[in-house]
T-cell receptor, first 112, second 114 residues
Framework: KQEVTQIPAALSVPEGENLVLNCSFTDSAIYNLQWFRQDPGKGLTSLLLIQSSQREQTSGRLNASLDKSSGRSTLYIAASQPGDSATYLCAVTPGSARQLTFGSGTQLTVLP | GAGVSQTPSNKVTEKGKYVELRCDPISGHTALYWYRQSLGQGPEFLIYFQGTGAADDSGLPNDRFFAVRPEGSVSTLKIQRTERGDSAVYLC????????????FGPGTRLLVL
């Protein structure tokens, strides 16, 4: 059974810092990996999707990498802002399925 | 519509009651998913529809849970004889064709069973 782990569970940084969020998964037979953002009381917003054949994806200040063989992904946020404060969730799509398997998330607080 | 919508946004019910949660997917999306999210956890898969049929219901926790999508658009998640442990946020997502592309999530229904 696929398991997804996110470390750390919570992170607090001062504004302007670059930071890295980590995600690991136990079964490397994935179709893709996605990073989502969730604000309190809200649904999930997709940030980046990396296909299994890709190594990284970039969107603005966000860069996500994927190392499928080692079962790891990182989300890099450059020049963090207070508006980046949210919970960041990593999810994988198993190779044989359609549904997402999520980690528990990293709660990020960017202090002004 | 512009996005996935879910109603109600909040539902409070008593133990043993029946509840229905509704999801309106993005227009034209054939795939629809239900997830359940407990406090401090990531969402957990419940059921996936491709069109009108439930393609995968392996995540439904027991036979008190049931979902339908009769016309291939709106879906209803039905919970019978609710228990306090059913309290969670129920999220709905849709995607264009279900071929493992980006899923778009609704804001969720927060269910509280007293």
């Amino acid at each position: 059974k696929q398991e997804v782990t996110q470390i750390p569970a919570a992170l607090s940084v001062p504004e302007g810092e670059n930071l890295v969020l980590n995600c690991s998964f136990t079964d490397s037979a994935i179709y893709n990996l996605q990073w989502f953002r969730q604000d309190p009381g809200k649904g999930l917003t997709s940030l980046l999707l990396i296909q299994s054949s890709q190594r990284e994806q970039t969107s603005g200040r966000l860069n996500a990498s994927l190392d499928k063989s080692s079962g790891r992904s990182t989300l890099y946020i450059a020049a963090s802002q207070p508006g980046d404060s949210a919970t960041y969730l990593c999810a994988v799509t198993p190779g044989s399925a359609r549904q997402l398997t999520f980690g528990s998330g990293t709660q990020l607080t960017v202090l002004p | 519509g512009a996005g996935v919508s879910q109603t109600p946004s909040n539902k409070v019910t008593e133990k043993g009651k029946y509840v229905e949660l509704r999801c309106d997917p993005i227009s034209g999306h054939t795939a629809l998913y239900w997830y359940r999210q407990s406090l401090g956890q990531g969402p957990e898969f419940l059921i996936y529809f491709q069109g009108t049929g439930a393609a995968d219901d392996s995540g439904l926790p027991n036979d008190r849970f049931f979902a339908v999508r009769p016309e291939g658009s709106v879906s209803t998640l039905k919970i019978q004889r609710t228990e306090r442990g059913d309290s969670a946020v129920y999220l709905c997502a849709s995607s264009f064709s279900g071929t493992q592309e980006t899923q778009y999530f609704g804001p969720g229904t927060r269910l509280l069973v007293l």
